[in-house]
């Protein structure tokens, strides 16, 4: 038998499975392979139909960290929610049955929480797979907050949070998916919330994964509670307004200046966070809502250039290829758009070879 299972594990990582024979292995063992020895692996099988549930018998039988636990099949919140009412330790660190946790990721955790006093914690993240990215998320609690309402400001599989709140606020087991984002809006007015500064996990992207495969249920969960937030964080906001956030966040053009205004000036409100890093992405999405909505014509490139210095220094308010789209009213799918964007990006890989130090 190998490893030792603490008397008192002050860390219980808790992983689902269903399905996922194909990964299971390499996630198991990135946890039981980890630099920080104090925990107990809870791994509960939501009712797996192919070969998982004997893979993590095998598993348990030569490591004696791992409890396995065994479910009639009733979804990720439940499963969920049985091993954190099993776990022992004082912290659940989550983890998925097809990503790869980083050997350090549990002791890195467990000093940023120390370090910062924070009750929920994440960290960046490397995608891999049929997409390779490094996965950034904002530090501190307030940046959070205002990331959460538009993408992803704590991935799910990289939480570790303290036991108790885990269990005062479990998942909503009504919910097919998005049941971590719901929890996150939920937690993020009693609790703080933090993001440690480094990749501690490999994000395998696969056709499989739940966002994928119930993007249409997802898009119209997040609306709910991309709404609770907003209303708790600003009491003020009319629903226009959510709206208007509403077509950033989910990437679709506007139909008219007003709105598209709108949406620009609650994303400088958003922006107004100590850190650079979340002023730099939200204009970025303010550029992606104006190329996305170029048909407007050249009032929409105008409202660009107003808007675009409130983000701060970091923000460029000059971009020739979104003029010109703009003055053309080019649609975003068009052919044109498209050979705009290549002719720019070859442009800018031929500097960079005759100028190594340009920046992209």
């Known amino acids: 038998m190998i490893g030792t299972l603490p008397e008192r594990p002050l860390i219980s990582v808790i992983m689902p499975v269903y399905n996922a024979e194909l990964y299971l292995a390499d996630a198991v063992n990135s946890i039981l392979a980890q630099t920080y020895a104090n925990f107990e692996f809870i791994i509960v099988d939501d009712g797996s139909t192919d070969g998982s549930a004997e893979l993590v018998r095998t598993f348990a039988e030569r490591d004696n960290r791992i409890r396995p636990l065994f479910l009639e099949h009733g979804g990720l919140a439940r499963a969920l929610n049985v091993g954190i009412q099993s776990a022992r330790g004082d912290w659940i660190a989550r983890m998925d049955a097809d990503d790869i946790s980083l050997p350090e990721r549990l002791g890195v955790q467990l000093d940023w929480i120390h370090q910062t006093g924070v009750d929920v914690c994440g960290s960046c993240w490397k995608a891999f797979g049929e997409?390779?990215?490094?996965?950034?998320?904002?530090?501190?609690?307030?940046?959070?907050?205002?990331?959460?309402?538009?993408?992803?400001?704590?991935?799910?599989?990289?939480?570790?949070?303290?036991?108790?709140?885990a269990r005062e606020h479990p998942y909503d087991e009504t919910l097919m998916t998005t049941s971590d984002t719901e929890l996150w809006t939920r937690l993020a007015p009693r609790y703080r919330l933090g993001n440690a500064p480094r990749v501690l996990l490999k994000y395998r992207v696969h056709a499989q994964q739940n966002h994928v495969l119930l993007n249409a249920i997802?898009?119209?969960?997040?609306?709910?509670?991309?709404?609770?937030?907003?209303?708790?964080?600003?009491?003020?906001?009319?629903?226009?307004?959510?709206?208007?956030?509403?077509?950033?966040?989910?990437?679709?053009?506007?139909?008219?200046?007003?709105?598209?205004?709108?949406?620009?000036?609650?994303?400088?409100?958003?922006?107004?966070?100590?850190?650079?890093?979340?002023?730099?992405?939200?204009?970025t999405r303010w550029r992606a809502a104006c190329r996305r909505s170029t048909h407007l014509g050249w009032r929409c490139y105008h409202l660009y250039r107003r808007i675009a210095p409130e983000f701060g220094a970091t923000s460029p308010n000059n971009y020739p290829s979104l003029w010109l789209a703009c003055v053309l009213r080019l649609e975003p799918e068009s052919k044109v758009t498209a050979a705009l964007h290549n002719f720019k990006f070859h442009l800018a890989r031929l500097l960079r070879r005759k100028d190594p130090l340009r920046k992209p």
């Not at 996965?135 to 993408?151: D, N």
């Not at 959510?242 to 958003?270: H, I, M, Q, Y």
């Open 218 to 283: 997802m898009i119209a969960h997040r609306r709910n509670w991309r709404r609770r937030l907003l209303q708790l964080l600003f009491p003020e906001i009319t629903e226009a307004d959510c709206a208007s956030l509403d077509r950033v966040a989910e990437k679709e053009p506007f139909a008219d200046l007003t709105n598209l205004g709108r949406a620009g000036t609650w994303l400088v409100r958003l922006a107004q966070t100590p850190e650079v890093a979340l002023r730099q992405r939200m204009a």
């Open 131 to 165: 997409q390779e990215y490094i996965g950034w998320v904002p530090e501190s609690h307030p940046a959070i907050c205002h990331e959460l309402v538009l993408g992803v400001a704590l991935l799910h599989p990289t939480v570790m949070l303290r036991a108790d709140i």
